[in-house]
């Protein structure tokens, strides 16, 4: 009985110690900061550590970061808590989206942009199908194909390389085309540009020999715009770094899988590639560049040249059109286009733009540079991989049918989301540049004056 009695007040003092000491469960109390753990630690155990199972333990929760408003270490007042991510390789919280933003850029792995690399089953390099004793099934075909535009009827050409004469030389810049030049397309769902439409829009190619094939083929890089019957504006991000000798422009094209059109397209050379000197190729900062093209295109009604803006000319909440071959979504099963599509976007303003794009993997101190405007944010309506160096245009004021070049494709997160602009070149931050380097080189620049 004495042992039994002793034993029981020993219980009942440790009972009352561990009253006096504020201890609940596994953790103690801080009385300073109510809610959170000692962060200091214990020689007698971890105090992050809690057993949830356990009732006699208090499960605290802590506030935990999110993209929009990471909340600062207590410890240390000039630390914040973000997504590994956005943190760099000194440690510096990322501010200007470095290795996280979506370069407008077609994917590598294959020669032909409208290639896909796909990984092969089992490690199965061969291409020769497996044997198989039943037949293959094939997902039905659509029972009749779907139109096509179809030129005008006109007498049959003397030779399959034989085109019409263009229009007469335009004499104005930036004028679109909506009705198209020579024919118009008529039932199209998908936001497909006419012919002519967009006559300042060229495609980059790069000439590249795949295996044993005598002739190089064109390889689609970026798309680009005609200031000048001899110069082309497109993104630093597509041609810097590149050899002028393998590249080319295609002006007046329209449908990349023919050259059936009413009026031909033509192929220039590069001389030469004028690149920002500030060009940021991670952060993509300054990424504008000049194409010199070996000979002057011949401007006609298919073919002409965009409109620059004045020096920092600004379009906040105009509604603007975006043209490229690019992707029409992000996704895997984002398919590049064959025929030249048309997105019409609003633009955003920088502040704006800034705060949206916070909201995103960019978190909450992203900067956006004075280098960029933004366009778009609304759904399904957006440019995507490919459509890299591909203009923005907007439209003149008192002359809804003639376009200034605001902006040049550049990168975006994702495509197509709601409330998530995409991120463009400013021309108009660029040119006074643009002026200064063609005059260097005695090119007359009133064609694209307004």
């Not at 007042?77 to 973000?82: A, I, K, R, T």
């Not at 190089?216 to 991000?237: D, E, F, M, R």
């Not at 023919?258 to 940021?280: C, L, M, W």
Request: charged share 20%.
């Amino acid at each position: 009985m004495r042992a039994l009695a002793v034993l029981l007040l020993s219980a009942a003092l440790l009972a009352d110690a561990l009253a006096a000491r504020n201890v609940t469960g596994g953790r103690r109390r801080n009385p300073g900061r109510p809610g959170l753990g000692n962060r200091q630690g214990d020689p007698a155990y971890d105090e992050d550590f809690v057993g949830p199972s356990d009732p006699n333990y208090e499960v605290v929760t802590t506030p935990r970061d999110n993209l929009s408003g990471p909340a600062p270490i207590p410890e240390d007042p000039n630390c914040v808590c973000v997504p590994y991510y956005q943190c760099d390789a000194n440690q510096n919280v990322n501010q200007d989206g470095e290795g996280i933003i979506d370069i407008r850029i077609k994917e590598g792995g294959c020669p032909h942009y409208l290639d896909f690399c796909c990984s092969l089953q089992n490690g199965n390099v061969s291409p020769t199908p497996p044997t198989s004793t039943s037949e293959p099934s094939y997902p039905d075909l659509p029972t009749q194909e779907p139109p096509r535009p179809q030129p005008p009827t006109r007498p049959p050409p003397p030779t399959t390389d034989f085109h019409p004469t263009p229009p007469p030389q335009q004499m104005q810049c930036g004028v679109r085309n909506p009705e198209g030049v020579g024919f118009r397309i008529t039932g199209g769902e998908d936001g497909e540009a006419q012919f002519g439409e967009f006559p300042w829009m060229v495609a980059i190619l790069q000439q590249e020999k795949i295996d044993d094939q005598a002739k190089p083929l064109n390889l689609y890089q970026c798309g680009g715009a005609l200031i000048h019957p001899q110069v082309v504006l497109t993104g630093a991000h597509c041609v810097a770094g590149k050899q002028p000798n393998l590249l080319k422009i295609r002006a007046g094209e329209w449908d990349t899988q023919t050259t059936k059109e009413v009026y031909a397209h033509q192929d220039r050379g590069v001389a030469s590639i004028i690149a920002h000197p500030q060009f940021n190729p991670r952060s993509l900062h300054n990424d504008i560049a000049l194409l010199i093209l070996l000979d002057p295109v011949q401007v006609g009604g298919h073919i002409g040249v965009i409109c620059l803006p004045e020096q920092d000319q600004v379009f906040d909440y105009k509604r603007c059109f975006a043209s490229g071959w690019g992707k029409d979504k992000f996704e895997q099963d984002g398919q590049y286009q064959v025929i030249l599509k048309k997105r019409d976007l609003p633009i955003v303003p920088n502040p704006e733009c800034q705060e949206l794009l916070r909201k995103t993997r960019l978190g909450a101190y992203f900067l956006l540079d004075a280098s960029f405007i933004c366009a778009g944010g609304e759904p399904g309506r957006d440019t995507c991989k490919g459509d890299g160096g591909s203009p923005l245009v907007c439209p003149i004021d008192n002359e809804p049918n003639r376009y200034y070049h605001a902006g040049i494709v550049a990168w975006g997160i994702d495509c197509g989301l709601a409330n998530i602009p995409a991120v463009y070149s400013s021309v108009a931050r660029f040119r006074n540049w643009i002026d200064n380097e063609l005059s260097k080189l005695n090119v007359d620049t009133s064609g694209y004056r307004a």
